[in-house]
């Protein structure tokens, strides 16, 4: 083949999915000349699996990107068709928000705004080898025999690293969605020295939405009340006029249809050998696991306005066509449905993530970054957090900067981050609050006040909205401020109120903040003693009224954080030889050897290094005893 020069870059992103997408938005906006190649231009920030952002934990994540300056909140914001606030009555830290989109408004407008996108290019193509020079990557070879130099290139390749789809005892080359697949990637990636694993994720099958009776199932709504995931989108544009999923069941006459068939299964008959994600098994695997439940959950969600395509979520599964008609027949609601599309297994390369810096530049290969499902998660939203990072230290390390590392006390991206690069993934990994130790501080409220600062100092966030975020953050500390210093008398007024609430009459006088921190007084009610001049808007409200009612919990959360910031800071040489340090347990230089921490505090989370090698480590890099290799 003849190959031929076709352009420089300063930053080029190979995949279109929701990480490379990110990606080329994040360095293009800071200012780099980008390009974004990849296979089908018509799957740009395509929802081959759930056509939904967002849930616990991942609609953090969500909130994370956008204050971050990245574009999936807003994406979504303008293309939802139903939007819902998970966890209501629950505290703060565990609520998400999670929007049903139309899954073809959503590709469209990413697709849109990455075209209009200033200093990004966006090109159909298939990138098939890196060029590499002393260590560096220079740029990548395409199948036409394009050479495309960079000073940086992303990974972003996802699903369709190999991809192979599995349906019964059907087994093809493919990527998502009967997509073209990228094979030679990957093997490029092997001759160069990477150790790459096997994934499994799987879709349901979609029926056609005419063909079931809703009249059977429970429906599940929208909220009314106004909820937006980015923080620019205002709440005049909320939307009234909303499409409801609706929930149904599994019964006793699916699971025999199942266990009828686990022998013609193809995660039981040894078709499928890619491990697959544990929470979010395959109906058949549900069934096997927990073979005591009489049923499971089923919810119909429609992909789009206009499409009559309903996703089961939750029927997840690559049995056989025949059988996969059986099951969806068996099911309340479904008796006569008609399905359009068939589920299915994909199976796919993993880039094993010890190979990576928390930068999620790999060690092995300078200025070569990867994010997204590549890296061994699983889900839009993780993909899309790992994007933007990757797009942004590309473009910082193009420009000589220090990269931007998240800190697992700073958001759940960094904790995400921290765990793949630290502890590794044995399976697809996917984000739950349970993870992030620092849950409290890492809330769906306050990812602004977290994040913004940061996303601005990059170059992301824009001045204007900077300013606002500006004016936002003082005014929630005036007004904690000023309900510290007001004092509210035990009037007649307050009793009544007290009195009817059925709560024990006030004794003496008390300050505002005070007042606020009883559990059952709102916000809104305080303002009806300590009114201000000048109506708050309800995010500030919201955010005077979490801060003062967990303050307590807020602070000790704060203290662990300063605990731990000492580790944090204390960086080890990179040409420190764990086989020279005595004392240190075999298995703790192994693991330290493999994975090269950047910092002690990196090295006291990996499994195997226990507190007694922590101490000796600190010593030898406090005294600067660091043995060359």
């Known amino acids: 083949m003849n190959q031929y020069e076709a352009g420089y870059y300063d930053v ?20 780099s000349k980008t390009m974004l190649i990849t296979i089908n231009l018509d799957m740009v920030a395509y929802m081959p699996c759930n056509p939904s952002i967002g849930g616990p934990a991942k609609g953090v994540v969500v909130r994370e990107i956008d204050a971050l300056g990245g574009e999936m909140g807003r994406n ?43 200093n990004l290019d966006l090109k159909q193509g298939i ?47 493919s990527g998502p969605n009967n997509s073209q697949p990228s094979i030679k990637l990957s093997e490029n990636l092997l001759e160069h020295g990477f ?17 079931i009776d809703y009249s059977v199932t429970s429906e599940q709504p929208g909220d009314e009340e106004a909820n937006h995931f980015s923080y620019e989108t205002p709440n005049e544009a909320y939307l009234k006029d909303q499409l409801s999923c609706f929930l149904t069941y599994t019964n006793e006459k699916t699971h025999e249809i199942i266990q009828n068939n686990l022998h013609r299964a193809p995660m039981f008959t040894g078709i499928v050998e890619g491990v697959g994600a544990r929470y979010c098994p395959s109906i058949e695997d549900k069934i096997v696991r927990f073979s005591d439940k009489p049923r499971h959950q089923l919810f119909l969600e429609p992909e789009g306005r206009n499409t009559e395509e309903v996703y089961v979520q939750g029927l997840s599964t690559s049995l056989p066509e025949d059988v996969q008609e059986e099951i969806i027949h068996s099911i309340v609601g479904l008796e006569n449905a ?22 999620l530049e790999t060690k092995k290969i300078n200025n070569l970054f990867t994010a997204g499902q590549m890296n061994g998660t699983s889900g839009y939203e993780e993909a899309a957090g790992q994007g933007i990072m990757a797009g942004i230290n590309a473009a910082l390390k193009v420009q000589g900067k220090e990269p931007l590392v998240l800190k697992r006390s700073e958001g759940y991206i960094g904790v995400m981050i921290d765990d793949l690069v630290t502890k590794g993934t044995n399976e697809p990994y996917r984000l739950l609050t349970s993870r992030a130790e620092y849950r409290l501080l890492l809330r769906h409220d306050n990812a602004d006040l977290r994040l913004t600062q940061m996303g601005y100092d990059v170059g992301l966030v824009t001045k204007e909205r900077y300013d606002n975020f500006l004016i936002k953050k003082a005014q929630i500390e005036g007004e904690i401020e000023r309900l510290s210093h007001i004092r509210l008398k035990p009037t007649e ?60 919990y807020i602070a000790k959360a704060a203290s662990k954080v300063d605990k731990q910031k000492r580790m944090e800071n204390k960086r080890i040489p990179e040409n420190i030889d764990y086989r020279a340090i005595n004392g240190l347990a075999n298995e703790a230089k192994e693991k330290l050897i493999k994975i090269q921490p950047e910092t002690i505090a990196q090295a006291s989370r990996i499994s195997g290094v226990n507190p007694a090698d922590i101490s000796i480590l600190m010593v030898y890099v406090e005294q600067g005893k660091i043995a060359k290799v």
């Open 338 to 359: 008609r399905m359009m599309r068939t589920g299915y297994a994909i199976e796919y390369d993993v880039v094993t993530p010890y190979q990576l810096r928390p930068s």
């Open 195 to 211: 150790e790459l694993n096997r994934f499994k994720t799987g879709t349901p099958p979609r029926v056609n939405a005419s063909t």
């Open 76 to 118: 979504i914001d303008k293309t939802y068709i139903q939007m819902r606030m998970l966890n209501t009555s629950k505290g703060p830290a565990v609520r998400a928000l999670r929007a049903q989109a139309d899954k073809f408004m959503y590709a469209n407008e990413m697709k849109k705004t990455i075209e209009q996108q200033e």
């Open 493 to 552: 007024e307050i009793q009544r109120f007290l009195t009817e609430k059925g709560h024990a009459p006030l004794r003496d006088g008390i300050l505002a903040i005070d007042f606020l921190r009883r559990p059952e007084i709102s916000y809104t009610e305080l303002m009806q003693f300590a009114g201000n001049d000048v109506e708050l808007p309800e995010d500030v409200q919201e955010q005077v009224s979490i801060q003062v009612k967990y303050e307590g």
């Open 127 to 173: 990138a098939e080898e890196l060029v590499i020079e002393d260590g560096t990557v220079q740029g990548i070879i395409t199948n036409t025999g394009a050479i495309y130099r960079a000073g940086a290139v992303v990974l972003t390749a996802g699903t369709s690293s190999r991809g192979e789809i599995i349906i019964g005892e059907l087994k093809y080359s």
């Open 12 to 31: 080029i992103v190979v995949g279109a999915g929701h990480a490379g997408s990110e990606a080329a938005l994040a360095a293009a906006r800071m200012g």
